[in-house]
């Protein structure tokens, strides 16, 4: 499965693929940061965003865009540029009838460092441990999207949106029905 993990942003939007590999394995495709002028207007900001996220989609073709939940900052200023940016991955990637996933901040610091409370580095830290980066990713921006696109990896079931519209990849579909045989096997019976 290749995932397009999004860390919205109306400044800086992290962007960054990642591919699953056998063995709970990751591996880097892409990685970058779109960026805009605090000058510009926030109509031209929005549209050299959304053009970037579309060279992204068209560029690395993912099964699944990750984007981070929006939740309340005391920033109005900031919440309203990052809520922006998360509708345009996701008005992106339905486009292409690509399924969008949402994940909260701490549900990615958990997936990648095992706390939801892990600061900045110990997110970039862990994101170059799991991809095998002989650097940091940076900015901060950059590791949160790789970050985001490991979570999804790692946790996706019940994040897709769009309900019966999109059922998920095949990999994703194979997963969850697991975890449902999983779940309704009385406690105590064995395989046979």
């Known amino acids: 499965m290749r995932v397009l993990g999004v860390d919205p942003g109306l400044t800086r939007c992290g962007v960054g693929v990642v591919d699953s590999l056998p063995g709970r394995r ?3 495709v892409a990685v ?3 960026t805009t002028s605090p000058t510009t207007t926030v ?8 053009h970037g996220l579309d060279a ?7 099964d699944v865009v990750a984007v981070e939940r929006v939740f309340a900052q005391h920033n ?5 540029g990052t809520a922006q940016a998360a509708g345009l991955a996701m008005v ?3 486009r292409r009838g690509i399924p969008v996933a949402l994940h909260t901040p701490s549900e990615v610091k958990a997936a990648v460092t095992g706390t939801g409370r892990a600061n900045k580095e110990q997110v970039q830290r862990m994101v170059a441990n799991i991809l095998g980066l002989d650097a940091l990713p940076k900015p901060a921006d950059a590791a949160d999207a790789l970050a985001l696109a490991i979570c ?3 946790r996706p079931a019940g994040a897709l949106q769009g309900g019966d519209r999109h059922e998920g990849t095949p990999a994703q579909r194979a997963w969850a029905a697991a975890e449902l045989a999983a779940r309704r096997k009385p406690s105590g019976v064995q395989g046979r």
């Open 56 to 62: 992204w989609l068209d560029r690395h073709v993912p």
């Open 76 to 80: 109005v200023a900031t919440v309203m």
């Open 43 to 50: 109509d031209l900001r929005l549209l050299e965003i959304a």
């Open 92 to 94: 992106a990637a339905a």
């Open 26 to 28: 990751s591996a880097l």
């Open 32 to 34: 970058g940061v779109l």
């Open 152 to 154: 999804h990896l790692w």
